[in-house]
């Protein structure tokens, strides 16, 4: 049987870090069934639609998406409704994708580009799972509307409103506990709930989730606490489970203590088991067809889809390690890039993975 996987490379640097996926993909001659289609900016000049009805159909009909980035400072002054982000935020509500996987590790050969000491990072490997369809991304109502009353009466004003259903906070919950399960069985919830109601019911929910995980050692930060730690002691978390926007915000800032967001790959999942996989950077439309960027991101990616949807573990540990060896033997795209390394483009890159496959 062969599995489908939908390949959206999208925007600025997304088609050329997805072809290397691609590469490296067909490379492990497995039964892989590869469609694409447009997405984001690409999809608005081609069909004039960020996800056009078709791309979502791919999506939807494929057993796994990978995914490049979206978004170019071109398409800045359209409506809200027709910018590339609206694709990703599409796919992730219309396959139910809940689950955001973004593991934070620090390669020892990239240490050196880190935000921290090497006595504060060295060994540093964190997973922060994101809660992904929930929180005030969609929560409705939203919009601008005129002040109804009040100081501000009679003058505009913009509203969004921060909303979790019980049952999504659980789902998260377990996935938090299982992956915290499978690695040091640590996981930390944050949240704001000394202000939110949102994230009063979180807590609440989290910690009866808890009792049928006696095993995992559970702990609650408030967010703006958790964003010093993650600076101050990076490695006294494991796995980090929080809502949306907080997600959004930690994982940006733990990509940084890795010095090396050409590195993170991301898995964002339904509860079919479907995912969508892509580098947790973006499009960056500087450096796009220079053959500058890195495509290990967006491989680890590859690797993912196959461990996660797929249930491939062995040859997702094959790419992992391929990844390794192409650090060992001192290969490195500008962004990695120090003095003594040998500095190479997205394609060298590409052809090096394969090669340690081998
Ligand atoms: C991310 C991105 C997206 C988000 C944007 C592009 C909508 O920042 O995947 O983290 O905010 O979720
Ligand atoms: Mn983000």
Not at 61 to 84: I, N
Not at 95 to 116: D, I, K, M, Q, W
Request: overall charge negative; charged content about 20%.
């Amino acid at each position: 049987m062969s599995h489908r996987i939908a390949v959206l490379p999208g925007d600025g640097i997304g088609p050329e870090i997805v072809a290397q996926a691609v590469r490296v993909l067909q490379a492990l001659d497995l039964p892989l069934q590869l469609e694409e289609a447009p997405v984001g900016g690409a999809a608005y000049e081609a069909a004039g639609h960020p996800l056009p009805p078709a791309t979502l159909e791919l999506a939807k009909g494929a057993d796994a998406v990978l995914f490049g980035a979206v978004g170019d400072w071109k398409y800045d002054s359209l409506p809200r409704e027709l910018r590339p982000e609206q694709a990703i935020l599409g796919l992730r509500k219309s396959l139910g994708l809940f689950a955001n996987l973004r593991p934070a590790v620090l390669y020892p050969e990239l240490a050196h580009a880190s935000t921290l000491k090497p006595e504060v990072v060295s060994g540093l490997d964190i997973l922060i799972l994101r809660e992904l369809t929930g929180d005030i991304y969609f929560g409705t109502p939203r919009g601008v509307r005129e002040a109804p009353d009040g100081a501000f009466t009679g003058l505009r004003e913009g509203f969004d409103t921060m909303r979790y259903a019980e049952p999504e906070i659980r789902r998260i919950a377990h996935i938090g506990f299982q992956s915290a399960r499978k690695r040091n069985k640590r996981l930390c919830s944050v949240d704001k709930a000394n202000v939110l109601e949102t994230s009063q019911l979180w807590r609440d929910i989290v910690i009866d989730v808890a009792r049928e995980y006696p095993d995992v050692e559970l702990s609650h930060m408030y967010v703006d606490n958790a964003a010093m730690q993650l600076v101050r002691a990076p490695r006294e978390f494991d796995v980090i489970v929080t809502g949306n926007l907080f997600g959004d915000i930690l994982s940006d800032e733990a990509a940084m203590l890795t010095g090396s967001i050409g590195m993170l790959p991301s898995a964002s999942l339904n509860e079919q088991g479907q995912g969508l996989y892509e580098p947790s950077h973006g499009s960056a439309p500087d450096i796009a067809n220079q053959d500058k960027a890195n495509p290990l991101a967006t491989i680890l990616s590859a690797a993912m889809l196959l461990r996660y949807s797929l249930n491939l573990s062995a040859q997702a540990d094959r790419i992992e390690q391929a990844v390794r060896t192409v650090l060992a033997q001192g290969l490195r795209t500008a962004d990695i890039y120090q003095p003594g390394d040998t500095l190479v483009g997205t394609r060298a890159i590409g052809d090096a993975v394969i090669q340690a496959l081998k």
